[in-house]
């Protein structure tokens, strides 16, 4: 007649020494483990993976992603869908690129902003007006795109100097990392320990599997849900701004492509540490192995359309891990 | 005598043209089990609603020990003392039962940006089991758990705000066995030790005299009897009777002649799913009701659903008027001539956003298109009339959507939609979980009709539903059959007996 | 109250919707007098017949409550397909019946995945899209095909006229007619809708619900190739980003029809997507930069299903409850947020 439950708390690392552990520690982290085996293995083909202007280049690509799909990664976990995160970051792109005539700091803050905004309208459309989020997002998606492309009459806004974010990008630490990597290296640890340590994680979570229970105990479910939808749209916005710099120019048309890129990442992610879960450690590894991929494959010469063939079919891949995953879960509930 | 901890009078309200609630008087003493009784509308439920401040009263007053209250929200009924478990509890599978207690309370500040302190959940833990142990392993899934356990992961969640005067229970036991009741009322009995008020809503009669102290019967939006159980016992006074206003006689139909047994429909031999029954033997016949008795885990939901093919056996056979069958699937068994009335009739039974006349040609499109491929709209509209006149739909709309219908009523589309089928065998499955005493005699007295012309199967927990309806009956346990000796006929507490031990009673 | 009891009932709704097709042509006429000429109709009716035919593809899907992003993956890598073919020398019957083959293979992966091995709809449609709009460079690397086009005779289907009235919008017409009466009028539409409503009720009706899921993708993936065949048949030529503008239309389409006439079915569609052809049309005719199309569509879109949603409508009670005691009804709306 006692409960057990000290002995046995669920957040305990597990038990048992040595061996265990690091298995437990394989099994979680096996997407990192691919990572450095890719690495290897492009790079024995092709060594000039590993130069330092490659290095340099990936880690680039690496930062804009990670900052493309960080909120997304919120978003998916707690059990919606934003297929406007790329657009935002068009939008914010090209807004940053006109406003750089005023001055970098308003060009960043006008980015910024209307990403938060997008991103606000989206979760208040959610959870305020109860809309699908596919279509919600659908139509947010659309209406970003063709303002991205009116701000230019259509084209690109040529930047002249690429400002602070481009020091940020092209200012490089012993030779191969862009300084940039430090901040976006914080932004997800800081996200990190928000998933993992504070009540907004739990929630997040907790709300994918049953929104009603979380609303019930009198977690502001509506809230949160506009507050992740938020955080998307300024997380993409910030890799629109970075894009401006990147490429000194405003890119109306930038988007499209990080739809797949963004939902692959997040979805492959989602297959280390919470098994079936998006989450922050998971997407930063999986942008990173996705990367190298792609620069691997480059390297290797497969012309574009291949590696979105091979994107897709990765996809197609979590997505069967992250259903037998669930499946296995439903199982055990059954066969209690 | 002190002063009652939970006083309402004169609470009202109107919903449109509806008066829901009319002038209800009502109060529940420190420390005592109080049922709430009445009919599905009779205005409990909304009472409930004001009560946890889901929604706001028009007009009167609440007094919590002697203090005025105003509910705007559920936190200020929670903040005021008084906390509620709804019926179907709603909690997060994968979370282990502690993180579910403190869901929304990780932290002092309970912000989203709180950090979560699990040091302190534990303690905390600690002190809600110092006052009510619970045999419970907090550190499992509650997607894991049994349906008792969740309602105890349910019932400390809403104990784990402070200082809790009132404990609401919606309908607590519905989806329990007889046994995980018996522990339901272990925790209940120490809650009111502990000097809780229990607000009890239920709609079996017996439970009332189990476990309350004393009783309020809700009739016409209003509270029209509030007695204790002790008075309630020494004057013979019957429940039933009082919510339904007038003097009701037994709620089963008077069981079936012999003379009229008609021959073998559906034979059942030897059949076997691993891991969940194996070995059952039955038959059923026209002009009787066979009753099956067992508890959740008995082995005898998935009987019903091996038999209708959702979830095939591996072995044994399965006739149906001499023909032998293996259904795969539902459809096999419908074309067979089975029907099945699901246990779960909101998941497995009806398209809720859709009227009656959607719902009854559902399981036989075939007579819905008249052995063609296009429907036969006036011939369907014609059944579906007939029919939901015939199984008393109330109100008789055959447009309302079945959301739109009480529990009783969503059964009897069910129902309707079976004698669409004109199958040879009717299951029923927990027939009458969530549905009030005025609903269930109306089932009752159509499973009896309906014996004349098909086999008709009870498959219940509830062990006088099944003795009560039924004409013969079996019992399952842990996935056997138990049958009373020499071919004879359980007693109600030998069949009590044989679903709970296994064994029959010599 | 009496109006809004008008606008829920289901003629109510239909007066509506010829109403505001009324408001918006009248409104074009007098911003544009051109957009009533023959030619200006003629091109809606032809926009109409591709648009209108990937939604009807997307109707099936979303009445089995399912999402379809694959719609621009499919049709650029049915485009290539049926160009090869053609540019091949293949007639051009041949070259439909390859691009309705593998339309009907991608969707039938797509329902398989989803309706057997329980994948997520949007995500894995999204993949399956991804690698279709990949193999569609497989023919060409991406160049665009117009070899044969002229002789093979698929321009017909965009230029020839039977009573005055362009083939590609009969075509459309009979489809609707086909795909009401099978859904509205047979048991398989039943079925389908039953799907919909509540899978596990239908799977205890007897009905196979991941047969009609598979079916449904199936269905849309077809419809999908039989739109971009419409697009070939105009542009003459086929390319990688046919079809591209389709998803948005076909989105549009389908959810504004569902939001007008107050529920997902073969005519809402059709009101949909004639009201999003004629706005579409319409501002281009008015000289509005292409880039803004999908923009108008999504907001369109967004405004459509925001008027005519739950909650709108609990705020026009909260308004009439205004005149008599405080707005109750819009506050109980905002607390379950």
Redesign the interface.
């Known amino acids: 007649m006692t409960m057990t439950y000290t002995e046995n708390s669920p957040s305990r690392p597990a038990s048992g020494m040595g061996a265990s552990r690091l298995a437990k520690l394989t099994i979680d982290l096996w997407l990192a483990v691919a990572l450095v085996v890719i690495t290897m293995a492009i790079s024995s083909v092709k060594p000039q993976l590993l130069d330092t202007s490659n290095i340099a280049a990936m880690l680039k690509t690496f930062s804009i992603m990670s900052m493309m799909v960080l909120g997304l990664t919120w978003v998916i976990a707690a059990g919606k869908i934003d297929v406007s995160f790329m657009q935002i970051a068009a939008l914010s792109n090209m807004i940053c690129a006109s406003c750089v005539g005023y001055g970098w700091g308003w060009a960043i803050a006008a980015g910024l902003a209307t990403g938060l905004f997008v991103g606000l309208v989206n979760g208040w459309l959610v959870a305020a007006m109860r809309l699908p989020p596919l279509i919600v997002t659908i139509s947010t998606a659309g209406i970003c795109a063709s303002a991205a492309a009116a701000l230019g009459k259509g084209t690109v806004i040529r930047i002249a100097d690429p400002g602070p974010v481009g020091s940020l990008l092209n200012t490089m630490l012993w030779g191969a990392v862009p300084v940039v990597v430090i901040p976006v290296l914080l932004i997800g640890a800081l996200a990190w320990f928000m998933q993992e340590r504070l009540a907004i994680g739990r929630y997040i979570y907790a709300m994918a599997q049953n929104e009603a229970a979380v609303r019930g105990v009198g977690v502001p479910v509506g809230k949160l849900t506009i507050l992740l939808f938020g955080l998307s749209g300024l997380s993409s916005s910030i890799a629109g701004i970075m894009l401006a710099a990147s490429l000194s120019s405003g890119q109306p048309m930038i988007g499209g492509p990080y739809l797949i890129n963004g939902l692959t990442v997040v979805l492959l992610g989602g297959m280390m540490v919470r098994i079936g879960k998006p989450n922050i450690l998971g997407t930063m590894t999986a942008t990173l192995f996705l990367g190298v991929l792609f620069s691997g494959a480059a390297l290797l010469g497969l012309p574009d359309y291949q590696r979105q063939i091979i994107q897709g079919v990765l996809l197609a891949l979590g997505l069967a891990v992250a259903t037998i995953a669930s499946r296995h879960h439903r199982g055990k509930k059954k066969g209690h | 005598m002190t002063e009652p901890i939970l006083t309402a009078s004169g609470v009202s309200k109107r919903f449109g043209p509806v008066l829901a609630l009319n002038d209800v008087a009502f109060h529940v003493e420190r420390g005592e089990v109080h049922a709430l009784l009445g009919i599905n509308g009779a205005g409990k439920s909304t009472f409930i609603k004001i009560l946890s401040g889901l929604i706001q009263k028009d007009t009167g007053s609440i007094r919590i020990a002697g203090q005025e209250v105003d509910f705007k ?3 200020d009924a ?1 903040h005021a003392g008084i906390a509620t478990v ?1 019926q179907h509890p ?11 207690i403190f ?5 002092a500040g ?7 302190d ?1 040091r302190a959940m ?1 303690q905390r ?2 002190a809600l ?1 110092a006052r009510f ?7 499992r ?1 509650v ?4 349906a008792v356990e969740r309602e105890a992961v349910a019932i400390l ?1 809403a104990l784990a705000a402070d200082d809790i005067k009132v404990l609401i229970l919606d309908e607590p036991t519905s989806t329990l066995t007889e046994i995980e009741r018996e522990d339901l009322f272990a925790l209940m009995n120490q809650l009111r030790s502990q000097g809780i008020s229990i607000i009890y809503i239920t709609h079996q009669l017996e439970e009332v005299f189990a476990i309350a102290d004393s009783f309020s019967v809700f009739r016409g939006g209003t509270c029209i009897a509030r007695m204790s159980v002790a008075e309630a016992r020494s004057e013979n006074i019957s429940l039933a009777a009082l919510m339904l206003g007038e003097a009701i006689g037994d709620i089963f139909p008077p069981k079936g002649a012999a003379e009229k047994l008609g021959e073998v429909v559906l034979k059942v031999e030897k059949l076997t799913r691993d891991g969940e029954f194996s070995n059952i033997t039955f038959e059923a016949r026209k002009g009787e009701i066979l009753g099956i008795f067992g508890l959740v885990g008995s082995g005898c939901d998935e009987l019903a659903k091996a038999i ?1 093919g ?1 979830t095939p056996a591996q072995s044994g056979r399965i006739a149906v008027n001499g023909a032998a069958i293996s259904p795969k ?3 096999h ?3 067979a001539g089975i029907f ?1 009335v ?1 246990g779960d009739r909101r ?8 009227p009656a006349l ?1 719902n009854v ?3 036989n ?2 007579r ?2 008249n052995g063609g ?3 036969k ?1 006036r011939q369907i509209r014609n059944d579906a009339k007939l029919l939901t006149d015939q199984v008393a739909l109330s109100p008789p709309s055959l447009t309302t959507p079945a959301s739109g219908f009480s529990g009783g009523n969503q059964q009897k589309i069910v129902l309707a ?1 079976g004698l669409y089928t004109e199958a040879d065998v009717y299951i029923f499955v927990e027939p009458t979980v969530g549905v009030d005493i005025g609903a269930r005699a109306k089932i009752y007295a159509l499973m009896r009709n309906l014996s004349e012309k098909a086999a008709v199967i009870v498959i219940s927990s509830d062990c006088d539903e099944v003795f009560g309806v039924a004409d013969r009956t079996i019992a399952m346990h842990k996935g056997r059959q138990a049958e009373a000796q020499a071919g004879g006929l359980f007693d109600r507490d030998g069949l009590l007996l044989a679903g709970i031990m296994g064994g029959s009673m010599q | 109250m009496k109006r809004l009891r008008f606008l829920s009932s289901g003629y109510g709704r239909g007066m509506a919707f010829i109403l505001l097709v009324l408001i918006v042509a009248a409104g074009f006429a007098t911003a544009e007098p051109r957009f009533l000429t023959q030619a200006s109709l003629s091109g809606i009716a032809r926009h109409m017949a591709a648009n209108g035919l990937a939604a009807l593809g997307l109707t099936f899907v979303v009445i089995v409550r399912k999402f379809d992003l694959s719609l621009a993956g499919v049709a650029a890598f049915s485009a290539m397909s049926m160009g090869a073919v053609i540019a091949a020398g293949f007639p051009l019957t041949v070259a439909i019946a390859a691009g309705l083959l593998i339309g009907l293979i991608i969707g039938g992966i797509s329902g398989f995945a989803i309706s057997r091995a329980g994948f997520p709809d949007i995500v894995t449609t999204i993949a399956v899209g991804s690698v279709c709009s990949g193999l569609a460079f497989l023919y060409t690397g991406g160049r665009s095909i117009f070899q044969n086009f002229f002789q093979s005779g698929i321009t017909n289907l965009n230029d020839a006229r039977f009573l005055g009235v362009g083939v590609s919008l009969w075509f459309l017409v009979a489809a609707y007619a086909v795909a009401w009466l099978v859904m509205h009028k047979t048991r398989t539409g039943l079925a389908f809708y039953a799907t919909g409503e509540n899978p596990n009720a239908a799977a205890f009706s007897g009905i196979s619900t991941s047969r009609y899921v598979a079916l449904a993708y199936m269905l849309c993936a077809a419809f999908t190739v039989l739109a971009v065949l419409l697009i070939l048949a105009e542009s003459g030529n086929a390319e990688t980003n046919k079809g591209a503008n389709l998803m948005m239309p076909a989105y549009a389409g389908v959810f504004l029809g569902a939001a007008i006439m107050g529920g997902t079915s073969v005519i809402s569609t059709f009101a949909g997507i004639l009201l999003i052809t004629m706005l579409l049309d319409g501002f281009s005719l008015m000289g509005v930069p292409y880039y803004y199309s999908d923009g108008v569509v999504s907001l369109i879109l967004l405004l459509g299903v925001v008027a005519f949603s739950d909650i709108a409508r609990t705020w026009i009670g909260g308004l009439k409850v205004l005149f008599g005691q405080s707005g109750t009804a819009g506050r109980a709306s905002g607390g379950q947020v």
């Open positions: 929200a559920p936190e929670i709804q709603e909690l997060v599978s994968d979370m282990s039962g502690l993180d579910n869901l929304g309370r990780e932290c309970r912000g989203l940006f709180g950090r979560v699990r534990e833990a600690d089991l142990s619970v045999p419970l392993d907090l550190s899934e997607g894991d758990m049994s969640q209708f959702v699937k539902p459809r068994a419908l074309d099945l699901p998941t497995e039974g009806l398209a809720l956003d859709r959607f040609p559902l399981a499109l075939r819905a298109a491929w296009s429907l709209g939609k």
